[in-house]
């Protein structure tokens, strides 16, 4: 009979993924994951089966607790244009509250992914088309609405928002400056016909 597991999986899932997050998966070693988790590395291996599986386990635990956390919340509390600006003005800030720049796991491990490893260039591929989704039913529902320029098709502002996303994460790991952020936002948001309220008028 099997011993049951006597670490808290969630915990271990957090502790893993801040390593991760920080370093990416190929500079993460098996101490830095013992040291963060408090397992022995027999036990990570026999819970996840190696290095990738704890990485895939605290990837999953990320996207699923953080960025589907998000987009649901948003969807269900806000107008379309709202949910879209509301995704961008969490982003922006927290890039600009982490001291640490980390960025995003997802954008992180995306472009650490080779053609070495296709299923996982796959699963990521799959979780930026979900991104994607959720701006084409805000893109479409806005213009249904009136809320959303009709310039473009919902699909290529679909594409345009999810672009302007990963230049956004990825530029904000080496120059997290909230001028130069909100100055990317602004003109991106304007293309589809949404405002992109600066810090000053935000805080009166």
């Known amino acids: 009979m099997a011993r049951p597991r006597e670490f808290d999986e969630v915990e271990v899932l957090e502790a893993a993924g801040a390593v991760f997050w920080a ?13 963060s988790t408090g397992l022995t590395q027999s036990s990570i291996y026999a819970a ?13 635990h990320y996207l699923d607790s953080i960025l589907l956390e998000r987009i649901v ?12 600006v509301g ?8 890039s600009l ?9 997802l954008v992180n491990a995306t472009l650490e992914a ?13 979780e930026t088309i979900k991104i ?11 213009q249904k609405s009136g809320e959303i320029s009709t310039s473009f098709r919902a699909e290529d502002q679909a594409r345009q928002l999810l672009a302007l996303l990963l230049g956004l994460r990825v530029l904000a790991r080496v120059r997290p400056d909230a001028a130069l952020l909100n100055g990317l936002v602004g003109p991106g948001l304007a293309a589809v016909g949404l405002a992109w309220p600066s810090a000053k008028r935000r805080q009166s």
Request: with cysteine.
């Open 23 to 35: 370093k990416g998966f190929e500079a993460t070693t098996t101490r830095d994951l013992t040291d």
């Open 48 to 60: 996840f089966g190696d290095k990738r599986g704890i990485f895939l386990r605290s990837l999953r």
């Open 73 to 84: 919340r948003l969807e269900t509390t806000k107008s379309p244009g709202q949910a879209i």
């Open 87 to 94: 995704f961008f003005r969490e982003i922006v800030d927290r």
């Open 97 to 105: 509250a982490d001291p640490q720049h980390r960025g995003c796991m």
């Open 114 to 126: 080779t053609e070495d490893d296709p299923e996982l260039q796959a699963y990521l591929a799959d």
């Open 132 to 142: 994607e989704q959720f701006f084409l039913r805000c893109a479409s529902a806005g």
